[in-house]
């Protein structure tokens, strides 16, 4: 099972001590041994064994990996309450721990705008109003997503958790202004209006939109304090204006 079979050739997930090998037949040379019999082998691609055994709880990706897992897992089946290896168990113990992971996750979005900022000519400010424009990420917890998708898009940040939440103070090193107290980041969600109780209170589902919103005043992003309606587009002599940034039409 060390993976290092051609991906042409298709091997035993398992190579249990009282599993042997003869050219490409494999057979159990103990049969009151409980090992796994010639009858329950299942046959998977080399490389498919070679690439699950690289990855890691912190590296599997849904959209990238749930294929690779599914290949393996009748070979994974077939080695239930079977007398195995220290390499097989520990095989088997990793694919575990991956399909967990992956079950776990939900495919989210994620951006990051300062429109507000680059209008007002704050220092630091991107220079489109776009920092990140709803980038695609797998992850089991919306911080989680967040996190994750700054550290791939090099993208610094600093979380307060000072009032028991996680609360970006920072994003791409854009912070409060002093020229206006009320500035700082607002948390969209789902493109609610702000009156969302912040990233540590959502559960994210698959398609779900998390977006952060730099503010100077508060309600000219939209009535973060308050959760009342807001305008999120207008319409002017047939051209719609995106008042919380996005393109003009």
Same mark, same amino acid.
């Given at each position: 099972? %060390?993976?290092?079979?051609?991906a042409?050739?298709?091997?035993f997930?398992?190579?249990?001590?009282s599993?042997?090998?003869?050219?490409?037949?494999?057979?159990n040379t103990?049969?009151?041994?409980?090992?796994?019999?010639?009858d329950?082998a299942?046959?998977?691609s080399g490389?498919?064994?070679?690439?699950v055994?690289k990855?890691?709880?912190?590296?599997v990706?849904?959209?990238?990996h749930?294929?690779?897992l599914a290949?393996?897992?009748?070979?994974?089946?077939?080695?239930?309450?079977?007398? $195995?290896?220290?390499?097989?168990k520990?095989?088997?113990?990793?694919?575990?721990? $991956?399909?967990?992971a @992956?079950?776990t996750?939900?495919?989210?979005?994620?951006?990051?705008y300062?429109?507000?900022?680059?209008?007002?000519?704050?220092?630091?400010?991107s220079?489109?109003?776009?920092?990140?424009d709803?980038?695609?990420?797998?992850?089991?917890?919306?911080?989680?997503?967040?996190e994750?998708?700054?550290?791939?898009?090099?993208?610094?940040?600093v979380?307060?958790?000072?009032?028991?939440?996680?609360y &970006?103070?920072?994003i791409n090193?854009?912070s @409060?202004?002093?020229?206006?107290s009320?500035?700082?980041?607002? &948390?969209s969600?789902?493109?609610?209006?702000?009156?969302?109780m912040?990233v540590?209170?959502i559960?994210i589902? %698959?398609?779900? @939109? $998390?977006?952060f919103?730099?503010?100077?005043?508060?309600?000219?992003?939209?009535?973060?304090?308050s959760?009342?309606?807001?305008?999120k587009? $207008?319409?002017?002599g047939g051209s719609?204006? &995106?008042?919380?940034?996005?393109?003009?039409v």
């Open positions: 099972m %060390d993976g290092s079979t051609p042409e050739e298709n091997v997930a398992g190579y249990s001590e599993v042997t090998i003869a050219e490409s037949v494999y057979s103990d049969a009151a041994s409980g090992g796994i019999s010639e329950e299942v046959y998977v490389s498919a064994l070679a690439d055994k990855l890691t709880a912190d590296t990706e849904k959209s990238e749930a294929e690779i290949a393996v897992e009748p070979a994974v089946t077939s080695m239930e309450g079977k007398q $195995l290896s220290d390499a097989d520990a095989f088997v113990n990793l694919y575990q721990t $991956l399909k967990e @992956v079950d996750q939900k495919t989210v979005k994620v951006g990051v300062d429109y507000t900022a680059v209008a007002a000519g704050i220092d630091g400010a220079e489109t109003g776009v920092i990140l709803d980038a695609e990420v797998n992850a089991a917890t919306a911080l989680e997503a967040i994750k998708i700054f550290k791939e898009n090099d993208i610094d940040y979380i307060d958790t000072s009032w028991g939440s996680a &970006f103070s920072s090193g854009l @409060v202004t002093a020229e206006y009320m500035s700082g980041w607002s &948390f969600y789902n493109d609610d209006d702000f009156s969302n912040g540590s209170a559960e589902e %698959d398609g779900d @939109v $998390l977006e919103h730099y503010a100077l005043t508060g309600a000219d992003v939209a009535a973060s304090y959760g009342l309606p807001t305008f587009t $207008l319409t002017i719609k204006v &995106f008042l919380c940034g996005g393109n003009n």
